[in-house]
């Protein structure tokens, strides 16, 4: 069995998200964006690529609801679509990149 180690300043930048149907999610390097009272290592000036966060299909549609509904993340994104746009049609945009995970189900995956 192997086993996966992250040393102190690599847990600085973890991210923990409980989905309370897939269990626990931790995603690296995440903590600079992540606009949250109890996270110290939050940085004003880092932005979430929204693109990213929504095709990415390790990434968790919950995790991404999540983070846009409660207004978490600043988004580095172009002109063309607003934050109030990504909002209005987070859903669809979703449904339409994570087609195939957009329903939850239970698995293990770590991403390095």
């Known amino acids: 069995m192997s086993k996966i180690g992250f040393d102190e300043e ?10 309370h149907h897939t269990g ?25 690529d929204i693109q990213w966060l929504i095709t990415e ?3 968790s549609p919950m995790f991404v ?3 846009v509904e409660d207004e978490m993340i600043a988004f580095a994104q172009s002109k063309d679509m607003d934050d109030q746009t990504i909002k ?11 087609r ?8 293990v995956t770590i991403i390095v």
Not at 24 to 48: C, G, H, I, Q
């Open 10 to 19: 690599e847990m600085k930048n973890i991210v923990l998200f409980f989905n």
């Open 24 to 48: 626990t999610e931790l995603y690296p390097d995440f903590s600079p964006v992540v606009n949250d009272p109890r996270n110290p290592y939050y940085n004003s000036e880092e932005t979430a």
């Open 57 to 59: 299909k390790s990434i």
């Open 65 to 67: 609801k999540y983070l």
């Open 88 to 98: 209005e049609n987070l859903d669809f945009l979703l449904r339409y990149f994570k």
């Open 100 to 107: 195939k995970d957009y329903f939850d189900k239970p698995r």
